[in-house]
């Protein structure tokens, strides 16, 4: 079955930082990633939308200066979390998807925690 | 605007059925999804169901489908204490793509 990774799966910062979580497609091209924000007990919460070689489309309230998304290669999209702070402290999820198909395939989250 | 909610827990005995609702609001939708969540981990796909379907059944899982509810449902039979973890349904909607709407999630506990 399809695979996607993420790295790393738990991250410290202190508050100023920048923090990187990369996203992988392990067994197939992945022409679609997706970014979720999990807060505790509570559900799934699209962040972006990104294509392979194109612009992310970020969802309404996602500021995407400080969610910095990249998706250079067909098997890897990164989210770059500047300037972090407390409250962007969250399970991030990543999904992929290949092309021809509507299924999305999620990695296994990184769990970020901002001091 | 698309809204989807589900119950918040289920407590379960180990080899009885369990039953896991959702309602969602969108009469649009395409595809509507079940994934389970364990503790500390991403999700997995479990199964899915088509709009114009009613009922699908893959080994221990049921989806049933009421369009005119909108109301969808997930039985695990024989229920095992490996199913304990938080269920979540999706619903795709037409003119979206892919994206999805996740429920609040069921987090079911399976007791022996």
């Known amino acids: 079955g399809a695979v996607v990774s993420q790295h790393p799966s738990r991250v410290i910062c202190k508050s100023g930082t920048s923090v990187k979580i990369e996203c992988r497609s392990l067994d197939f091209q992945a022409t679609t990633m997706f970014w979720y924000r999990q807060f505790p007990k509570k559900s799934l919460m699209l962040m972006a939308t990104?294509?392979?070689?194109?612009?992310?489309?970020?969802e309404q309230g996602v500021e995407k200066d400080k969610f910095l998304i990249n998706h250079a290669s067909l098997t890897l999209s990164t989210l770059t979390v500047t300037s972090a702070h407390p409250e962007d402290s969250s399970f991030y999820i990543c999904?992929?998807?290949?092309?021809?198909?509507?299924?999305?395939?999620f990695g296994p989250g990184t769990r970020l925690t901002v001091l | 605007g698309e809204d989807v909610e589900q119950s918040l827990f289920l407590s379960v005995r180990e080899g009885d059925s369990s039953v896991i609702n959702c309602t969602y609001t969108d009469s649009s939708s395409t595809y509507l999804y079940w994934y389970k969540q364990e503790p500390g981990a991403g999700l997995q796909l479990l199964t899915y169901?088509?709009?114009?379907?009613d009922i699908k059944q893959d080994q221990r899982l049921t989806v049933l489908l009421n369009k005119k509810d909108k109301h969808l449902s997930l039985r695990i039979a024989d229920t095992q204490t490996g199913d304990s973890a938080i269920y979540f349904c999706?619903?795709?909607?037409?003119?979206?793509?892919?994206?999805?709407?996740f429920g609040t999630g069921t987090r079911l506990q399976v007791t022996l």
């Open positions: 999904s992929a998807q290949g092309p021809n198909t509507d299924t999305q395939y």
């Open positions: 999706a619903e795709r909607t037409a003119g979206t793509a892919s994206k999805l709407t």
């Open positions: 169901i088509f709009s114009n379907m």
């Open positions: 990104s294509n392979e070689g194109s612009k992310a489309t970020y």
